[in-house]
């Protein structure tokens, strides 16, 4: 019998093999228009996690919940559908999709009652399988939201050492002093079980990054 809090943090480490490494939570392109530029007011990179705290990480904690709280295919069918309505970000929407499909093919292998809920190899927002997971594997939604919180956070903050020139145990300061924001997210998103409640908060400089970034011929994450 596997444990959740072993679980939860096998997810949230940054080894597991779903990509994690492909991606900066769109630090990348934010720092290409200018964030942290020649290494001075790096405190916005913190900042910047913050922001999507309460806007897209949000939203995509409050899908990994409700997916946790229902995973009837029908009602994943349309959970789905209510997240692609709250990101507007075609480029967001894609690799979401992309690192659902690389959680959904580890957990074929891992936790193989997942494929009772969703497609194998689908192109499923990668919250949903999240939360699919998290159903599977008996985590509560308090760890579901903390899970998806955390892993966005670290992304950003990870990402900061190979953009900018920071220093590493400045970047773990930085996530540390985002975890009253991370717990508040929890609080509020734990409780939800309507699709109707998930939140929307809008982040358009985020999705015009994405969207730049997503055609960018040189890169070094994929979003």
């Known amino acids: 019998m596997s444990s959740p809090e072993v679980v939860a943090l096998m997810l949230a480490d940054g080894r597991l093999p779903t990509g994690g490494h492909t991606q900066s939570a769109g630090l990348e392109p934010a720092v290409r228009a200018g964030l942290g530029a020649d290494g001075k007011q790096l405190a916005d990179v913190g900042e910047y996690a913050r922001d999507r705290l309460r806007t897209v990480t949000r939203t995509e904690a409050a899908v990994a919940v409700l997916a946790r709280h229902n995973s009837d295919r029908q009602a994943l069918t349309e959970l789905e559908a209510a997240w692609a309505a709250r990101t507007p970000s075609r480029a967001l929407r894609t690799a979401s999709r ?76 930085w996530l540390a002093a985002l975890h009253d924001d ?39 994450f994929h979003a």
């Open 98 to 173: 992309r690192q659902g499909r690389a959680y959904l093919r580890l957990a074929e292998r891992v936790w193989p009652d997942v494929l009772n809920c969703l497609p194998r190899d689908g192109e499923i927002a990668r919250p949903v399988v999240i939360g699919v997971i998290g159903a599977v594997t008996g985590l509560s939604a308090e760890q579901v939201a903390r899970l998806v919180a955390y892993d966005d956070a670290q992304t950003v903050v990870a990402a900061s050492l190979k953009l900018l020139p920071v220093d590493p145990a400045g970047a773990v300061t």
């Open 182 to 220: 991370i717990e508040r997210l929890v609080n509020d998103v734990a409780p939800l079980t309507d699709i109707e409640k998930i939140p929307s908060g809008g982040a358009p400089l985020i999705d015009q990054f994405a969207e730049q970034h997503a055609i960018e011929r040189m890169r070094l």
